[in-house]
Each structure stands twice: as C-alpha cells, then as structure tokens.
C-alpha cells in the first residue's frame, strides 16, 4: 500500500513540460514587441499566467464540461467512449483537459488501454498537486493549434493578430475546436467542418446561458481564421537581443510602445531620403536621464538584406569623430584649468609630426573655448588635450563608462579626441545621460553625487540601474562644470552656409552635438534634456564613406525630429552650490585681470577660481596721437597717453585680426624708442617640431616649400636667413618660396627694425 501511495506521489516528471519555449519581449504596457520562434522551431510562447474567461468556457464546453467537478478523469464520458468503441466502428474520446495536459506532456505517445490507466493516475496526481486554474494555463500553454502553433496566446497572434486577452467570442470558440483537430486550421481544407464545429460550440454556450442571443448572433457571422498573420516586429533588433540573453522567456522591458512606433516612423522616414545619397544605416537610442531605463531602440534602418539590415549598430563601435569633445572640455572645467569663455588658440599646430585641421580648412587664431565646443573646432581641442594630459583624459573615459576604449592611452594619441577611438551608440548615448543625470540629482538631493553615475542602462521592466552610494565627492565631473558644458552645447551656433535648420529653432531646450569620423564614414548626433538623452547614428554599417555623411547634415535632422516628439522639459536648475560669481573679462574670458576695460559678473565652476588673470591686456603709453608707442627713453613723460589695450601674440593676431574688424594691432615703437623683450614676429610655416618634407612632381623634380610667418607690421620689410645665408626679403604677404637641400637648418627671420625670430628645422626628400 506504502509502495502504491509512493508511486502514485511521485509519478509525475519535474518539470511536467521539459520543451523549449519561443523568446517573447513586450514593452513596459505589456504590448508584443516582438518573438523568437523556439530551439525545437515550435512557435511555442512561454506558459500563460490565466486563461482569458472566453476561451476557458470555450474549451470547457467543448471539452470538459465537468472540469470543475471530477478529479483529473470523469468515469462517465469513460464508460460512454469505452462502450461506443467496443459496440461501433467509429472512435470517441473521454478524456478531461486533466488527461489531455497529461497526454501532452508525455508527448503523445501511441494510445492504448495501458497509456490510458497511466493517464488516469497521473491526472488525479496533477489534481493534487495543483489548482484547477493551474492545469487550464497548462492546457492553453501547451495544446497544439495547428503547423507549429502551439498554446493560445501564440494562436491568437498567428492567426487573428491579437493577444488572447482580445479574443472575441467567436474567435474564442474557433481557437478552442483546434486542439482536437489541428489539421481543420489549413486555408481551402476543412473549412465548413471547422465552421461546422466552431458554430455548434457557440450554439451550446448560448443554450447554456453563457452568452446572449446578440453575442451569439454576432459570434457566428465572424470570419474564421485564415492565413497566419505575421508576429510584430516593433523593435527587432532590440528582440534580437533579447533572444541572446533571455532565451525562451518573457521578458516586460522598458521600451515604450508608442514612443518605439514613433521613432520607427521618424527613421524609416529619414532612411528613404539617406539612401538617395546610397547611405543605408542608422541606429537611434533614447534612455531616461533620471531611470537609466532604454526607451526606444532602432538597431538599424529598414533597409534590406544586402545593406546589412541584421546588424544591431547601436552596440557596435565606430569611430566617435568630434563626440567626445565635451567631456574634455568638462574635465578642464573640473580640474580649474578652463573657464567657459576663456580663449584658446586656433593656429597652424603640429606634434609630434600631427598637424590636426578644422572642418572648414580655416583658422580662427583666438576662439572661446564654449565657442570652440559648440562649433565642434578640431586645433582647439587638441591644443586643449595637450594641454590636459592624454593619459588623464583617457582615465577620465574609462570613469564615464566607455568600454570600447580599451588600448593604452598611447595607441590613440592626440588624435582620441577627434575619432581616433571606437566606441558604441550605447556607451556615448549612456556617457551624455550620465553626466545630465549627474547634475540632476545634485540639484535634487541636497547638494550630493552617486558613485556609479554613469553605469549601465537598464531594460528589463523593474530592474533598476545601480547609481552606487550617496556621497559629497562626484563621480567624474562636479556639477558646475557639467552645467557650464552642457549650456555651452546648447548654444551650438548654426553653422553658415548650412540650409534647412530653420526646424531647430522651435524645438525644446537641446545640450546637443555632432560628430564626423574621417572619409565621412560616421555621422554622429548626441543630445540630452533634463530628462531624455537621444543618440543617433548614421552611415553603412560597411563603413562605406559618402559625400554629405556629417554629423550635422544626415544625423541632426534625426535626432530633432525625434526630440520633437518627446515630452517638453525645462532646462536644468542652476547648481548654485558648485558655481561662484565673479567677475570676467569680457573680451578674453579669463578672470578680469588689472587692465581689463569690460568685465562681467558670470557664475563659474568653484575651482575655476584659480585659473589665472587675463594676460591678454596691458597697459601701453602712446605718443598724443595714438600712433605709436612710447616710453620715457623717447617721450616727455607729461604728453604720454595711458590706456590699456588688447592684444594677441602675433600668430593668433595674425588669423584672428582677419575675422574681427574691431580689433586693434597693438601700435608700434616710436622710432627711437627702446623696446623691452616685446615679440612681434611668428612663424607660421614651419611650425614648431613640424617636419618638412620635399615633395616631387610626376616629372621627378622637388617641389618649392614656402615659408611663412607673421609680423604685426605688414609693411615691414623682413629678412629671411637659412643657417647664415641669406635667402631673400619679404614686405607685406611674408611668403617666401625655396627649394633647400635636405639636412638640418636654422631658420631665423629679421625685421628691419631688429626683431629676430629663428627655429631649428629638419628637411627630408620624399620618395615616389
């Protein structure tokens, strides 16, 4: 008896179902976004949670009628279906959905007399052990539908394009005759069998009260399922890897449903006017700035087979081009090294034999570094890196969570600030939202930071993104100098000659920027509201370059038009507790020095305190008229003129004078005048430690190499010396053209008044 009651404890398998299931991902409402079809290549959707009431008195009616009452058989229908197969040719089943879960899960296996008595058994064991609720899920998780549809809510998709929680009454009543005859779901076979059944059914649930004589009416005139109806595809990339890390399961994520629609529509709207130009890809992420939650995710664009539409790109790397610009400029505000308006030098530079160049092949000679971000200029920013340290700018990466930098800091060189790393549409789109959720919960929280700002993103629905502990130290950048960066990236200028920005104008406040990599193979537009950050990639996922693939003209418009679309928000509160106001020199955007004429009251970072005085204003004497300089060697002291005046060192005076009428050239010495030290000569070509090399024509001769430098006075005649020998004069445009052999010189340069500027140089012959 012990032995009996044993067998009988344990005749069931655990699991009751070892099967694979399909891959299942819905957005944060619930709603499919897309599935994976299971490992058996069953479209086997995991196992229900309930059963809607529809079908369950659907398949009970036409079932199991007593499924409430027996306990996992129903010695009547048994007797019935026994005697009508002893006494008749015809074949009829008794079996409960207790049984037939039973028989499902033993794979259906050849009926006998035998498989039935351990049916029997193993039904009143999975009573036991279970509610009646409990088996129906099991039944509508596992019955077969027809082909390879198995369970209710993968057959209410396939074939009425809807979840099972929908289903009509006719529809419920057509899906719950399919388990006994899956074959009747064929298009052209069976169907007025099918209808015959599905109709019969719906008659019974009205007799028996279940549904009124309107529901009935309106249940028969339905249309039964045809062909099979393509599962949604709202997010397939993102599907797609959910199937990798959650195999057969059901996975609630983060995405929002009408916000992924959304954003579909915005790219494949973009994408047929990009692939005119034979530009084929682009990727577009947005997260929560506060939740770090993914809200949207277009892996690619809809675009086909042979233009790589299966390749995920947002977590692939590609060359960052200009996008990792404003962290340098956060980490210099940060350290007391910047301010945000203080100039920088935009002039001809080479190290180390790299000779960066702006986008537009010009030089500014003196920009603001604010302005030096927004228009996204390449000589500034490597000056400023120099200038920061490469290996303390390649930590500060590695702190914001880009783990697609991994080479020594070494490999990259000066060139990492301008795309000479690789990085991912998630690692910088999860780097511009950590620095704004930065500053947002320091605004927020009483002045405080969290140690792990910028980790990962989530996006599974009630997972949270682990932001470390509180403390009063920042994770990376204090909260001023985010500010500071994040205003300086909202004031990005239009950049001239540029059409169609008029649409930027209107939209909400956007800390934004773009990015190129070179041979235009990468088009890059990041942006981040007090709530939202947007990233947006565009190119071919072949690394094809094309013509007009820059940030600005094929990524911007994307990432606006998706801004369009999101919530307004207002711009961030002032973190007043990082921040102290001070006064500023207007023109150079240093702290106002002693002889700065116009200052400003400007709130900056705290430790932007120690930055040094304007050194860009001085106090000169000037003869009554104001023509020359003076000083008490030449000049009666009572007739000087004092005044303090701007000036630039004479190569950035030499490109910034061009571009601003209003400057003023610092006057020269009176004649007869002594001059103290003042430097008013600069080469220009050759730069410091720049290389010199001459190059041959297709003839095989050497090509003349030109000299150039910058002088205060045009008009002064300069006198131009290689080694000790004298090479030629210049008045004016100081260019002078040679063709000097090969080997190492030093080339100084004289003016007729005395001023002397000279460098070594090497000259190497370049070979064909």
């Given at each position: 008896m012990f032995a009996g009651f044993g067998f009988w404890l344990f005749c069931l398998p655990a699991p009751l179902f070892d099967v694979s299931s399909a891959t299942v991902v819905e957005s944060s409402e619930g709603t499919m976004l897309g599935a994976r079809i299971a490992d058996d290549g069953q479209w086997r959707f995991p196992k229900m949670d309930s059963v809607?009431?529809?079908?369950?008195?659907?398949v009970i009616y036409f079932e199991d009628e007593y499924f409430y009452q027996h306990p996992g058989f129903n010695p009547v229908s048994m007797s019935k279906a026994l005697?009508?197969?002893?006494?008749?040719?015809?074949?009829?089943?008794?079996?409960?959905?207790?049984?037939q879960v039973i028989r499902l899960s033993r794979e259906n296996k050849q009926r006998s007399y035998a498989e039935k008595l351990i049916e029997i058994v193993q039904s009143t064991r999975l009573e036991a052990g279970k509610s009646k609720k409990e088996i129906l899920n099991l039944?509508?998780?596992?019955?077969?539908?027809?082909?390879?549809?198995?369970?209710?809510?993968?057959?209410?998709?396939?074939?009425?394009?809807?979840?099972?929680?929908?289903?009509?009454?006719?529809?419920?009543?057509?899906?719950?005759?399919?388990?006994?005859?899956?074959?009747?779901?064929f298009p052209g076979k069976n169907e007025a069998i099918f209808l015959e059944k599905r109709n019969r059914l719906l008659l019974k649930l009205f007799q028996k009260e279940i549904i009124d004589k309107t529901t009935y009416e309106l249940a028969v005139a339905e249309n039964l399922p045809g062909k099979p109806y393509p599962l949604?595809?709202?997010?397939?990339?993102?599907?797609?890897?959910?199937?990798?890390?959650?195999?057969?399961?059901?996975i609630q994520t983060t995405l929002s449903y009408a916000l992924q629609q959304k954003?579909?529509?915005?790219?494949?709207?973009?994408?047929?006017?990009?692939?005119?130009?034979?530009?084929?890809?682009?990727?577009?992420?947005?997260?929560?700035?506060?939740?770090r939650e993914v809200l949207a995710y277009v892996g690619n664009a809809p675009t086909t087979r042979e233009n790589n539409n299966f390749v995920d790109i947002i977590d692939k790397s590609r060359s960052t081009g200009s996008i990792l610009k404003p962290f340098l400029f956060a980490a210099m505000l940060d350290s007391g090294e910047l301010l945000p308006n203080t100039l920088v030098a935009d002039i001809p530079t080479t190290v180390n034999g790299y000779s960066p160049e702006n986008f537009d092949k010009q030089f500014n000679g003196a920009v603001p570094a604010s302005l030096a971000l927004s228009r996204s200029l390449n000589v500034p920013a490597v000056r400023m890196l120099r200038e920061y340290g490469l290996d303390r700018f390649y930590k500060r990466l590695q702190e914001l969570n880009f783990k697609g930098i991994t080479k020594p800091a070494d490999y990259y060189g000066l060139s990492l600030i301008l795309g000479g790393a690789e990085s991912s549409l998630w690692d910088i789109t999860n780097a511009y939202a950590g620095m704004a959720s930065t500053l947002q919960y320091f605004n927020g929280s009483s002045s405080e930071y969290r140690t792990q700002e910028f980790s990962n993103p989530v996006y599974i629905k009630g997972a949270q993104a682990k932001f470390g502990e509180i403390q009063s130290k920042p994770p990376v950048f204090n909260a001023g100098s985010i500010f500071e960066t994040l205003n300086s990236l909202q004031e990005v200028n239009r950049p001239e000659g540029e059409v169609n920005w008029n649409f930027f104008s209107n939209s909400q406040p956007l800390a934004w920027k773009t990015g190129t990599s070179f041979g235009f193979k990468d088009a890059w537009a990041v942006g981040v509201t007090s709530e939202?950050?947007?990233?947006?990639?565009?190119?071919?996922?072949?690394?094809?370059?094309?013509?007009?693939?820059?940030?600005?003209?094929?990524a911007a418009p994307v990432l606006f038009d998706v801004l369009d679309v999101l919530p307004r928000n207002d711009w961030f509160a002032i973190p007043y507790d990082e921040l102290i106001e001070t006064e500023i020199c207007a023109k150079s955007g240093h702290l106002a020095g002693v002889y700065c004429d116009k200052t400003l009251l400007e709130w900056i970072p705290k430790v932007g305190s120690r930055t040094t005085p304007c050194s860009y204003h001085q106090r000169v004497f000037l003869t009554s008229s104001e023509m020359y300089q003076v000083n008490s060697s030449c000049y009666p002291l009572a007739q000087m003129q004092q005044k303090n005046w701007f000036t630039l060192p004479p190569i950035m005076e030499y490109y910034y004078a061009s571009l601003h009428p209003?400057?003023?050239?610092?006057?020269?010495?009176?004649?007869?005048?002594l001059q103290a030290g003042e430097r008013k000569m600069d080469f220009i070509f050759p730069k410091k430690n720049e290389a010199i090399l001459l190059p041959k024509n297709f003839d095989e001769n050497v090509n003349e190499v030109i000299f150039k430098l910058a002088h205060r006075s045009p008009e002064t005649i300069v006198y131009w010396y290689l080694d000790t020998q004298f090479i030629g004069s210049t008045q004016t445009f100081h260019e002078l053209a040679l063709a000097p052999k090969p080997g190492k010189y030093l080339?100084?340069?004289?003016?007729?008044?005395?001023?002397?500027?000279?460098?070594?140089?090497?000259?190497?012959?370049?070979?064909m």
């Open positions: 809607p009431y529809r079908f369950e008195q659907s005697w009508n197969n002893l006494t008749t040719d015809s074949r009829r089943g008794g079996s409960t959905l207790t049984q039944y509508a998780s596992y019955a077969p539908f027809g082909g390879n549809v198995v369970g209710l809510e993968t057959a209410s998709w396939r074939y009425f394009g809807i979840p099972a929680t929908e289903l009509s009454w006719g529809q419920s009543a057509a899906l719950a005759v399919l388990p006994n005859a899956p074959s009747l779901i949604p595809e709202i997010a397939p990339h993102f599907t797609e890897k959910l199937r990798r890390e959650h195999s057969g399961k059901r954003i579909n529509t915005i790219t494949k709207e973009h994408h047929y006017v990009l692939a005119q130009n034979q530009i084929h890809n682009l990727a577009v992420l947005i997260l929560d700035v506060n939740t939202y950050a947007i990233g947006v990639w565009v190119g071919n996922a072949d690394g094809e370059g094309r013509p007009g693939l820059t940030g600005i003209q094929a209003e400057y003023k050239v610092l006057p020269p010495y009176a004649e007869g005048c080339l100084s340069a004289t003016d007729q008044e005395g001023n002397e500027v000279s460098q070594k140089i090497e000259i190497t012959a370049a070979s």
